[in-house]
């Protein structure tokens, strides 16, 4: 299971006197097997996509290039489902544009992506507001099976399906 789903808190949980480098190289090592394989040569394009800083102590490091280096832990791995709290936090602007470009490549790989953000002007496609009460699944529970394959198509098509917290209806 933890091989096939990747998560991002809004706060990574990195060690602070570790570089990015080094978390980068003790995540390769230690998950290289089975579903959710680290793909390397994916790492070094997101490095250099998120100009992610990998030679200073984590504890050094601004929001931003924490929140790099988190993201480039989750997407190098490649794993099935991505459940990402506040990704784009601390990001600049065009690197915010950098992580949506990732994320409509992750969706047309074939991969699942749950975003929740405060930030819901860039998802493209119609996103899926949950009660903040509720996981994903079981907002899709209350549905129809029907209407749940229908997400799901949406999704694979490129739309993002954050949760967020919304009011219930009338």
């Given at each position: ?45 997101l ?12 504890r ?97 098509s ?13």
């Amino acid at each position: 299971m933890h091989r096939a789903v990747g998560y991002l808190p809004a706060e990574p949980a990195l060690f602070p006197r570790m570089t990015g480098r080094q978390h980068l190289d003790w995540l390769a090592r230690g998950r290289g097997r089975g579903r959710g394989t680290n793909d390397l040569t994916l790492r070094d394009e997101l490095v250099e996509r998120f100009d992610a800083e990998l030679d200073r102590p984590v504890r050094t490091l601004s929001k931003g290039n924490r929140q790099k280096i988190g993201l480039i832990l989750v997407f190098f791995r490649r794993p099935d489902v991505l459940v990402l709290d506040e990704p784009t936090s601390g990001l600049d602007p065009l690197l915010q544009d950098e992580f949506d470009h990732l994320l409509r490549e992750t969706v047309a790989d074939g991969r699942t992506v749950f975003l929740s953000s405060h930030e819901l002007d860039g998802c493209s496609g119609r996103p899926t507001e949950c009660r903040s009460s509720r996981t994903a699944d079981s907002c899709w529970s209350t549905r129809s099976r029907g209407d749940a394959a229908a997400h799901h198509a949406r999704w694979s098509s490129g739309s993002t399906i954050p949760c967020k917290p919304t009011p219930s209806p009338s």
